[in-house]
């Protein structure tokens, strides 16, 4: 009976494709606009996660700042010291690495190309901590800084603005405040006499490129050991010239314990009262990311939830759309009632339609979805994440509506008075 039904129901809308369309057409944007919503959502949060794990391995960072309000907000704030280093590292339990930060924008010259780039001083651990790895080259090692060595590892950006597709291992480039005036006159550069605030460095290194983290570019930074940055370039006025601390939480450590205990030793540290707020900002990765998330996740939620309205929509088509089929078709079901159907298989036929219709339109959808989501993961660059899950929910959703829209329809038909309905013209 459910396959007669069926065949029924394909013929009728054969009989009528352009209806039978139109029909569907909200249940066919519903579940694409669902599952879209869904896979691109699902892809952003994975591009969050995978742009955050690039800023390190279970970083947290310490930064000096009231609240986390503009950059003004950090005037006349003390920065760090390698004396703080030194207690974070001795006296707070869960640091796996640490390494202090001191960070300038600074001239930079190769030969006729010079450009101003985002000079960093450090000491090894940064890499491992920032989760860097090497290119080409090597990174430098404790030798290097203890020494205050003028050498550079340089990122993929730098590379490519200054040398193209010149090798830069072992090519010197000039750095520091100094430069900018020798850049109309780079053939005496070499020359020039290094300074306090200019100096040549070797570049023994090019970092893997790791790309665009929200509104900055992690490959335009030129990193050097943080003993050179002093000597050479910036000078070393204060024993206050750290700008910002960076460390790397261990695996089992517990990210609130670890936060709280690193924020308390910073206001013992800073001489804060305890009626005074922090001068200084925690940052946590891992907490980050789970709110990023958390909130890519609830959005696509609320956006898939919209979308579903389409869905409703579509219902309310199908079932319009069968009140009118069942007015057209009274007399046939007048006919079938009266040589002896049941009322059940004419519910059944009606509701068998209403389901194919509504089934018809998830495939399609599913199918017209699976388009937009690989083109929208490549010009949003997210990546495309196919879950069979919400595939099937958004079919089993479409052929419920169906079943939920069309009783009604099936049941007027069912409910027909034979004699009255022969007579219906």
Request: hydrophobic letters at 45%; proline letters at 3%; charged letters at 20%.
């Amino acid at each position: 009976m459910l396959g007669n039904a069926f065949h029924i129901a394909i013929r009728e809308i054969r009989r009528n494709l352009m209806r039978a369309f139109l029909t569907v057409l909200g249940v066919i944007i519903g579940v694409a606009a669902v599952i879209t919503m869904v896979t691109v959502g699902q892809g952003t949060t994975e591009a969050v996660k995978s742009q955050i794990s690039n800023l390190g391995s279970n970083l947290v960072m310490l930064r000096p700042g009231m609240g986390f309000g503009p950059r003004s907000s950090s005037a006349g704030v003390p920065n760090f010291t390698s004396a703080d280093v030194e207690a974070l590292r001795d006296q707070v339990y869960g640091i796996a690495a640490i390494a202090p930060v001191s960070s300038t924008n600074l001239s930079t010259i190769f030969r006729q190309k010079a450009r101003s780039t985002s000079t960093v001083g450090t000491t090894p651990g940064y890499f491992a901590i920032n989760n860097w790895t090497i290119a080409d080259g090597r990174f430098f090692d404790e030798t290097d800084l203890r020494d205050g060595s003028a050498v550079c590892v340089i990122g993929d950006t730098v590379k490519k603005e200054l040398f193209g597709n010149e090798d830069p291992i072992g090519k010197l480039i000039r750095i520091g405040k100094a430069a900018s005036s020798s850049s109309s006159s780079t053939s005496s550069s070499s020359s020039e006499k290094d300074t306090p605030y200019s100096s040549s460095f070797q570049v023994i290194g090019v970092l893997t490129a790791k790309g665009q983290v929200g509104m900055g570019n992690q490959d335009d930074t030129i990193i050097v050991p943080i003993t050179a940055l002093q000597r050479r370039l910036t000078g070393r006025t204060s024993s206050r010239d750290i700008s910002q601390i960076t460390l790397s939480a261990s695996d089992d450590a517990d990210s609130d314990r670890l936060l709280a205990d690193i924020t308390s030793l910073m206001r013992h540290r800073r001489n804060l009262t305890p009626s005074e707020e922090n001068n200084f900002n925690v940052f946590d990765t891992r907490q980050i990311a789970e709110t990023l998330s958390a909130s890519t996740k609830m959005m696509t939620m609320l956006l898939a939830a919209v979308a579903g309205v389409s869905l409703l929509v579509g219902g309310i088509g199908i079932m319009n759309i069968m009140l009118v089929s069942v007015t057209e078709r009274t007399r046939e079901i007048g006919i079938r009632l009266a040589i002896g159907a049941r009322a059940r298989e004419v519910l059944l036929q009606f509701l068998v339609e209403a389901i194919t219709l509504s089934c018809v339109g998830g495939i399609v959808g599913i199918i017209i979805a699976f388009g937009l989501c690989i083109g929208l993961s490549k010009l949003i660059q997210v990546p495309f994440i196919f879950d069979v899950r919400i595939n099937v929910v958004a079919f089993i959703f479409s052929a419920a509506i169906g079943i939920i829209f069309g009783y009604a329809p099936a049941r007027r038909a069912a409910s027909l008075d034979p004699i009255h309905a022969l007579r219906h013209e």
